[in-house]
């Protein structure tokens, strides 16, 4: 009797290490995938001067698939991740449509434009390595939630 009891003890707590590991495997991946999504709708962008050209400019400014399939892995992500991630990844996306609307404005002059556009690419790039470092910080501690532990310690461990 002892040792069925012990059996499933050691079977919840290896059922909740299971679920937690493919949690964060399912974290780190959709991590790779949104900084993916994110990097390639950066580089559509069209170069400064080049925005006369119709055809590049209506593209970029538009809804790109990259673009899309960045604003959907943000929504998975949204899903399972800590709300410090989730600031930054709101954080980043901010910066990326302030950017991104920055190419479609109409400013005085080109220098104008071009200081708008720099002070824009800047932020996004802050924006972006706040956003690794805090994904990276949170993938590595490779460790399981507190909320576990607490309900160990506190013997509410039940499923």
């Known amino acids: 009797m002892v040792a069925l009891l012990i059996a499933t003890v ?3 707590w290896q059922k909740e290490i299971d679920r937690e590991t493919a949690l ?3 974290f780190r991946r959709l991590c790779a995938e ?3 999504a994110a990097k390639t709708a950066f580089f559509e962008q069209p170069f400064i001067g080049e925005e006369s050209e119709v055809e590049k400019a209506k593209t970029f400014l538009s809804i790109s ?4 399939h960045s604003y959907i892995t ?3 992500l949204f ?3 800590p709300d410090h991630i989730l600031e930054l990844i709101r954080a980043h996306d901010n ?3 302030h950017w991104k609307m920055a190419f479609s404005k109409e400013f005085e002059s080109a220098s104008d434009r071009r200081q708008q556009v720099r002070k824009f690419t800047s932020d996004l790039r802050n924006a972006e ?3 690794l470092e805090g994904m990276r910080s949170y993938q590595s501690l490779g460790r399981l939630s507190p909320s576990f532990w607490q309900r160990v310690k506190n013997g509410l461990y039940k499923r």
């Open 24 to 26: 964060q495997i399912e």
């Open 79 to 81: 899903l399972i991740a």
């Open 34 to 36: 949104y900084i993916k």
């Open 65 to 68: 698939t990259a673009e899309q």
């Open 10 to 12: 050691i079977y919840r």
């Open 74 to 76: 943000r929504d998975q």
């Open 129 to 131: 390595l706040s956003m």
């Open 95 to 97: 910066a990326f449509r």
